[in-house]
């Protein structure tokens, strides 16, 4: 079994900047992907980046340019560093980890208010 524990949201101006972290653990496999989804109320659960073990990066859109996911490998951590902040960035924003021995985990989420 698998936890995620995120943390680094809050409350931002317009153009801000904040860091979410997550860190897993439980029984970990070397070869998994790490990620962050966001969510808002009323809508389906968006992809927003996400990195494999092996460094390979994917970023929605909307993001691309603004954010950067890292990772380290050797405390099981995820990052997303986000900069230029809009208020339709709002959202509750959850850590992801899936691999083929572990199955898919999520964290509990973590709310990201972009706003005056």
């Known amino acids: 079994q698998v936890q995620l524990v995120e943390s680094g949201g809050g409350l931002v101006q317009p153009g801000g900047s904040l860091r979410l972290s997550c860190v897993a653990s439980?029984?970990?496999?070397?070869?998994?992907?790490m990620g962050w989804f966001r969510q808002v109320p009323g809508k389906q659960r968006e992809m927003v980046a996400r990195m494999t073990s092996a460094g390979s990066r994917m970023y929605d859109d909307s993001v691309r340019g603004r954010f950067t996911i890292s990772r380290d490998i050797t405390e099981n951590t995820v990052y997303l560093e986000m900069n230029d902040l809009r208020p339709e960035d709002t959202a509750v924003y959850y850590c992801h980890r899936i691999s083929l021995s572990e199955g898919s985990s999520w964290g509990q989420g973590i709310q990201v208010t972009v706003s005056l």
């Open positions: 439980g029984t970990l496999s070397s070869s998994n992907t």
